[in-house]
T-cell receptor
Framework: DGGITQSPKYLFRKEGQNVTLSCEQN?????MYWYRQDPGQGLRLIYY???????QKGDIAEGYSVSREKKESFPLTVTSAQKNPTAFYLC?????????????FGPGTRLTVL | GIQVEQSPPDLILQEGANSTLRCNFS?????LQWFHQNPWGQLINLFY?????KQNGRLSATTVATERYSLLYISSSQTTDSGVYFC?????????WGAGTKLIIKP
């Protein structure tokens, strides 16, 4: 089945530790996105990538890093510099010719900092 | 930057009722989309609707771009309609999201 997978579903980390969230897609989409969602709020864009080996910062990139070495994969690292990392993280992808118009979302990773 | 406001923030209805959700945006946009997020967090695209009216089963949406608002109609609500409904507008290759309307359908 084609789709987007994110792992793990729940993640706990101690303050001061870096953690990497996985996002994989087999939809052959060129563009991939990472969003953060806080309770009672809409999604905010962290990073996006329109092509392999290239990515751009979104509105809230500070304290996060990404890589795009393969078309299928767009991992997100939450660094210790992120002041308030507890949130729900969503990954999405879209065909290059549609951009954000047609985004397919993964099931999300809920990160809790202890 | 562009502002996206959704109303009401919360809505509780009995099964079978109809509802109207509103999305206002502060500037011209390339497109507008409606999404549903189920209670487990999964987001599904409902409509891509930069202007005009579209219908999909019990759901329909209308966007009046010149007046900068969009409406999502849900008829004959079912408990599976519960969740959060988001509108998002596209500006400069990014989606700007509203805070959502949380809908609870009681059996």
């Amino acid at each position: 089945d084609g789709g987007i997978t994110q792992s793990p579903k729940y993640l706990f980390r101690k303050e001061g530790q870096n953690v990497t969230l996985s996002c994989e897609q087999n939809l052959n989409h060129d563009a991939m996105y990472w969003y953060r969602q806080d309770p009672g709020q809409g999604l905010r864009l962290i990073y996006y990538s329109q092509i392999v080996n290239d990515f751009q910062k979104g509105d809230i990139a500070e304290g996060y890093s990404v890589s795009r070495e393969k078309k299928e994969s767009f991992p997100l690292t939450v660094t210790s510099a992120q002041k308030n990392p507890t949130a729900f993280y969503l990954c999405a992808s879209s065909p290059a010719d549609r951009g954000p118009d047609t985004q397919y979302f993964g099931p999300g990773t809920r990160l809790t900092v202890l | 930057g562009i502002q996206v406001e959704q109303s009401p923030p919360d809505l509780i209805l009995q099964e079978g009722a109809n509802s109207t959700l509103r999305c206002n945006f502060s500037d011209s946009v390339n497109n507008l989309q409606w999404f549903h997020q189920n209670p487990w967090g999964q987001l599904i695209n409902l409509f891509y609707i930069p202007s005009g009216t579209k219908q999909n089963g019990r759901l329909s949406a209308t966007t009046v771009a010149t007046e900068r608002y969009s409406l999502l109609y849900i008829s004959s609500s079912q408990t599976t309609d519960s969740g959060v409904y988001f509108c998002a507008v596209e500006r400069n290759y990014q989606l700007i999201w509203g805070a959502g309307t949380k809908l609870i359908i009681k059996p």
